[in-house]
């Protein structure tokens, strides 16, 4: 059965790379949007062709600056107010995902503001990937399709057919992914413990399980400013370990993240392009290999447009 509303695609300017590449796996036209931008940072989106009775997708990342997260529900309001049938948010990497609970007094619980403020705007459905914690998606009264990154990672971990290999765990939080793909490559779990000084600021760091001998790659959500993972890497090398990689769906990399993984023990990190990395020629990035999520993400829109199932689009 076809969808009797037609399909848009159109994207905010931070994800535009990875929606164009949405769109040619669509095979379709990505839609036509500006931003005018005002001297004081005000900026207003505007779409160039119309949407009226349309089932429209916007591609956004909302990764810092606050702009690309609010870049995006202007996007969704203009489509509302456009008279759009539908405006379905694809969100690749939903940020202030690590604010999901209260963790101490007096905190936001940020990603449920999020998530208020998309319902606000006018926002329908989201399409995300990896979340930094599964239950994000009760923080929504609407449909959430939560795609992993694993059904990208997993079939090129195994095409590199590393022997004596290891699955490792950042930290406790970890574990249950980490299960997960050991489980789905068939080898043991090492699960590294870690004391936090402060956020971002690792103290100490210990492995738990078999490294000697082993090829290790420490799986996790994200790679903020490379603190833990780096320091995680050294340790299970300094431990025995043949080599080390890493495997982390949203490459943030703030900070010195980039000179942290030129210098560490890491072999290869494998990242998405959930988040594109820094055009800055000076930065490292020898050791970084990108995998695309756009077939993925194109795969789920198109199914959810035609009202196809989509959990056979899910390895776990």
């Known amino acids: 059965m076809h969808n009797e509303h037609k399909m848009k695609l159109f994207a905010c300017r931070s994800s535009r790379p990875l929606a164009e590449k949405i769109a040619r796996s669509l095979n379709i036209e990505l839609g036509k949007s500006d931003v005018l931008a005002f001297s004081d940072g005000e900026f207003q989106p505007s779409l160039n062709e119309s949407v009226r009775g349309a089932t429209v997708f916007i591609v956004q990342s909302t990764f810092p600056p606050t702009d690309n997260l609010f870049e995006l529900l202007l996007m969704i309001d203009a489509a509302k107010r456009a008279s759009a049938h539908t405006v379905i948010a694809v969100m690749p990497y939903f940020g202030w995902a690590r604010q999901d609970r209260k963790d101490k007094p007096r905190v936001s619980i940020g990603a449920k503001l ?28 609407f449909p959430v399709d939560h795609i992993y990154a694993s059904n990208i990672f997993l079939p090129y971990l195994r095409g590199l057919n590393i022997q004596d290999l290891a699955i490792a765990a950042p930290d406790m939080g970890g574990a249950k992914r980490a299960n997960a793909y050991a489980r789905y490559l068939q080898c043991p779990v090492i699960v590294c413990h870690k004391s936090r000084e402060r956020a971002n600021v690792v103290g100490s760091i210990t492995a738990i399980g078999e490294v000697e001998g082993k090829n290790v790659v420490i799986v996790d959500d994200m790679i903020d400013t490379a603190g833990t993972l780096t320091k995680a890497a050294n340790v299970l090398k300094d431990m025995g370990a043949l080599s080390v990689r890493a495997c982390a769906t949203h490459a943030v990399f703030s900070g010195s993240a980039y000179e942290r993984i030129a210098e560490s023990a890491l072999e290869e990190v494998i990242v998405t392009d959930t988040i594109p990395l820094s055009p800055d020629p000076e930065k490292d990035k020898s050791k970084i290999t990108v995998l695309s999520v756009a077939d993925t993400f194109a795969n789920i829109i198109d199914k959810v447009y035609n009202y196809e199932p989509i959990s056979d689009s899910f390895i776990f």
Request: with cysteine; charged share 20%.
């Open 114 to 141: 999020v998530a208020n403020i998309l319902h606000a705007a006018g926002c329908d459905r989201v399409m995300t990937c990896d979340l930094h914690a599964d239950q994000i998606q009760g923080f929504f009264d």
